[in-house]
């Protein structure tokens, strides 16, 4: 039952907890009765608050949901340990109280896993209330009240305390980690939506105030319950678990094969309401302890002796692992961000899709040579489309030299790039970048292509959305609506009041631009069975560079937006730091995207149109035959163009290979164990720098099916990667996906602005 609080009962329980504690008093030790006559004022005032904050009751904080009310932060029973020192303390037999002390320490050491002396100095404390610790499990807690059990001759409930409060808990573990962030040991949100909502979380605590007895501990059965605690508001998020998933994993897959040195972020959005539906950022944290470093950082701690160079890498890295990159860095965007240059240009019609923009290699600005990346003497004549996609920087110098820098800042204003973007995140960085009134002319050029300024990833993706969704600012966010304990809906956060940037005329223009990008030059994000609009972009770190002396630092970054015909899913993606074989945004974080849509598409209810050229590749979900008989395996398989190969002399199919509902390229082989076959292994050949079709005739001849991911728009397109390695035994038919990319192609149009302009641009800078 709950009760309200009231100063009438509040006074009748004060009074009835002074009587009990006086009279209790009178019977136990002198030098408290005299405290109690002598300083009766003080100690009675000193005791309430000392009984009211003895006896608050935490409120559990509220769950946060993903978009299909799946759970991602609850909160589950725990306890916090606590000792009554002055108990002991007033023990006449100072032996006995030793005793009493030596015992504890010496059991809720062990029980707890913590100092016998840091404990036994607890109980030699100078008050009612200490605690030992937090956090404490269900199993430990009975293990606790096994030993006051086994006590019981000491006394020993009378100094050792339990109180029920709850611990965070995260079910998926490191599921959008830097997302959700953390809980302290209050419960208080430290980082993450746990920190920018902890007061929608945090619920209000209850009371009860205890009588205690002359030893200071609790009455336990003279609970009188003032407020019951109410539970915090829970969160639903807009992040959807799967499609953050699958940004994680290929993120992930990556960082790994690329070798990047300083993590990459994936932000996949709702490009018509901003509303995030995956953020993900490598080299994350469990949240459910948020404090242990992977095992890599550990050893770098590890190997630190001095103490405090210790404390502050690990400091560090614990920063490191907390911190969302797609929020809290800035970033120089590179050719990405010609997409602003293109769409406020159309706008301001200075440009429209059929002008043609000349680039014989060098440009001149303001006595600064400014050199194209293609090394054949320049791209030409060029019309827009091809401009955006060669990534040709004279042509973009050109674009921002028609708009000026007043239309340039106008709009860097418009598509909200000159401060935060308000999302729903502690820590936003803020955008620094050239002022209207400090912009000269090199300054508009290194602008006009994407360099000499920074923003953050979370503003990259959202002006991409502005461009292609019909001209509107989205505001990214990842709560779409707050619930209270009822599943009432409190307050709900949809994208009314939307603004225009461009028309949609310009929009229109903007998604054809970008379908043809990817058609021709960032082939890399091509996704099988979808129209996708995209840029990449390749920029140099130029601070760190000029700090270090070490040129070959670069970041590589991609954003796809499909179905780009009427656009609803971008997915960005930035690797930091490729330390491989490659580095190209086009090359590394393409591919990246091109896989995230690949599986979020079709989840998100998008069906695929294959091309032709597509179909022949396409994989075929295997039918189930085990217990048929072979024959009508044999019909079965047959009709799906797939092909076949019996095992052993028995009429019946045992065990197939691959296994139902498996994908494998159409025309792969299915292997129809019969009763009293022996498996069979085979050993993987090499599928990499290989064509489709190359790659489809090793794998036969070896015995293995082939899965195709990746860009496989041509027959030229090369496999970079397997998922099972060369020369490892598999059994005959197993499935061994093959990655595609165009290495030919892959948007050359990224040897963008090698070290030489770079060194010329920034010199302006200085
Ligand atoms: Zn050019």
Request: proline share 3%; hydrophobic share 35%.
């Amino acid at each position: 039952m709950s009760v309200k609080p009231n100063m009438q009962m509040f006074k009748r329980t004060f009074i009835v907890m002074v009587i009990v504690i006086l009279s209790l008093t009178l019977v136990s030790t002198g030098s408290l009765v005299n405290i109690m006559i002598f300083k009766g004022e003080e100690y009675q005032a000193k005791a309430s608050e000392q009984q009211l904050y003895d006896s608050l009751i935490s409120a559990p904080r509220g769950d946060i949901y993903d978009s299909s009310m799946n759970l991602l932060a609850t909160s589950s029973p725990a306890w916090t340990v606590y000792l009554t020192p002055n108990g002991i303390n007033k023990l006449s037999d100072k032996t006995a109280a030793d005793n009493v002390r030596r015992v504890i320490a010496e059991g809720l050491s062990s029980l707890l896993e913590m100092k016998y002396e840091d404990i036994y100095e607890m109980t030699q404390k100078n008050s009612y209330y200490v605690i030992v610790k937090k956090k404490i499990e269900q199993k430990t807690v009975d293990k606790i009240r096994q030993f006051i059990l086994d006590n019981k001759d000491l006394e020993i409930a009378s100094y050792i305390g339990l109180d029920e409060t709850t611990k965070r808990y995260y079910p998926n573990d490191t599921l959008a980690s830097t997302v959700l962030g953390f809980v302290g040991d209050d419960n208080q949100g430290l980082a993450g939506l746990e920190s920018y909502y902890d007061n929608e979380l945090t619920g209000v605590a209850g009371r009860v105030v205890a009588a205690k007895n002359a030893k200071g501990t609790d009455m336990r059965f003279s609970y009188e319950k003032v407020e019951e605690a109410k539970k915090g508001n829970s969160l639903v998020l807009t992040i959807d678990s799967y499609v953050q998933y699958v940004c994680e994993k290929y993120l992930d897959i990556a960082v790994e094969q690329e070798q990047v040195e300083e993590r990459g972020a994936v932000i996949a959005m709702n490009v018509n309401t901003g509303a995030i539906l995956g953020m993900a950022v490598s080299g994350d944290f469990n949240p459910n302890q948020p404090f242990t470093l992977s095992a890599e950082d550990q050893a770098i701690v590890d190997s630190i002796t001095d103490e405090k160079e210790k404390s502050e890498k690990r400091s560090e890295l614990l920063n490191r692992q907390w911190r969302n990159k797609a929020v809290s860095d800035t970033y120089e965007p590179g050719s990405v961000f010609k997409i602003f240059t293109a769409s406020a240009a159309l706008e301001e019609d200075l440009i429209t899709q059929n002008s043609t923009f000349t680039c014989n290699h060098n440009y001149v600005v303001a006595g600064n040579t400014y050199h194209c990346h293609d090394k054949k003497g320049g791209h030409g004549t060029q019309t827009l489309a091809q401009s955006i996609s060669n990534s040709c920087n004279p042509a973009f110098i050109q674009i921002g030299q028609l708009m000026g820098s007043t239309a340039f800042n106008k709009y860097f204003k418009a598509f909200n790039l000159i401060g935060k973007t308000g999302i729903d995140l502690p820590g936003e960085a803020t955008p620094y970048y050239h002022k209207e009134e400090d912009m000269g002319p090199t300054e508009l050029a290194s602008s006009s292509f994407g360099q000499t300024f920074n923003i953050t990833p979370i503003q990259m993706i959202s002006l991409a959305a502005t461009s292609v969704n019909g001209g509107y600012a989205v505001k990214p966010h990842l709560v779409e609506k707050i619930i209270d304990s009822d599943k009432n809906v409190v307050e709900s956060f949809s994208n009314e009041n939307r603004r225009q940037v461009i028309s949609e005329t310009t929009s229109a223009t903007m998604r054809t631009m970008l379908e043809y990008v990817v058609q021709n030059g960032a082939k890399n994000g091509i996704v099988a069975g979808y129209r996708v609009g995209g840029k990449t972009g390749t920029s140099q770190k130029m601070a760190k560079i000029l700090a270090t002396g070490n040129s070959h630092l670069y970041i590589g970054s991609y954003v796809g937006i499909a179905p780009i015909d009427d656009p609803e899913i971008a997915v960005f993606v930035m690797l930091d730091e490729p330390t491989g074989a490659n580095y190209y945004g086009g090359l590394i974080s393409a591919p990246v995207g091109s896989k995230i849509m690949a599986d979020v598409l079709p989840y998100l209810g998008f069906e695929p149109q294959y091309t032709e050229e597509e179909l022949k590749k396409i994989s075929v979900s295997v039918p189930d035959v085990t217990g048929d008989e072979i024959a009508a395996a044999k019909t079965k398989i047959n009709s799906l163009k797939l092909s076949y190969k019996v095992i052993g002399n028995g009429n019946k199919v045992v065990k197939q290979l691959p296994e139902a509902g498996s994908s494998v390229y159409n025309g792969g082989m299915v292997i129809l164990y019969a009763e009293e076959s022996e498996s069979q292994t085979v050993s993987v050949p090499n599928l990499v720098g290989l064509t489709a079709a190359e790659a489809n005739s090793a794998a036969a001849d070896a015995g293995v099916n082939i899965k195709f991911s990746g860009n496989v728009s041509s027959n030229e397109v090369l496999s970079y990667a397997q998922d099972i390695k060369a020369g490892e035994k598999v059994s005959l038919g197993q499935i061994v996906t093959v990655y595609f990319r165009d290495e030919a192609s892959a948007d050359m149009a990224e040897r963008e602005s090698t070290e030489e302009e770079r060194t010329q641009t920034n010199a302006t800078q200085q």
